[in-house]
């Protein structure tokens, strides 16, 4: 079992930045991949950032490529996304997920690929 904790959501203005944070706990950090995925009113969940277990690799959405950060301290346990220039479109529920069942160079970027879910960060965007 993997418990997942995000926080650092928010309102905030356009063009502002914000880091999210999500804190594991339950099984060995340093083992698996993690992932930010996002989920807009009205939408699907959609992947933004994923990152390796080591911090090595790391995969992104074209939609944040370029404005989005993502990184772990497996010392802290604790999984960031820091999110910059942020657009009305950037609206959504933050959640992070964790594969445990991968072994691969990059992270997966499919939903049905990841085995725990926190609750979710609300981030609001205003124009």
């Known amino acids: 079992q993997v418990q997942l904790v995000e926080s650092g959501g928010g309102l905030v203005r356009a063009g502002d930045s914000l880091r999210l944070s999500c804190a594991a706990s339950?099984?060995?950090?340093?083992?698996?991949?993690m992932g930010w995925f996002r989920q807009a009113p009205g939408k699907a969940r959609e992947f933004v950032a994923g990152?390796?277990?080591?911090?090595?690799?790391?995969s992104y959405a074209d939609s944040v490529n370029g404005r989005c950060t993502i990184s772990r301290d497996n010392a802290q346990n604790t999984v960031y996304l820091l999110m910059n220039s942020l657009k009305a479109e950037d609206t959504a529920v933050y959640y992070c997920?964790?594969?445990?069942?991968?072994?691969?160079?990059?992270?997966?970027?499919?939903?049905?690929?990841?085995?725990?879910w926190g609750q979710g960060t609300q981030v609001t965007v205003s124009s």
């Open positions: 997920a964790a594969d445990l069942n991968y072994s691969g160079t990059y992270p997966r970027v499919a939903e049905y690929e990841y085995d725990y």
């Open positions: 339950g099984r060995t950090f340093s083992r698996y991949d």
């Open positions: 990152i390796s277990w080591s911090g090595g690799s790391t």
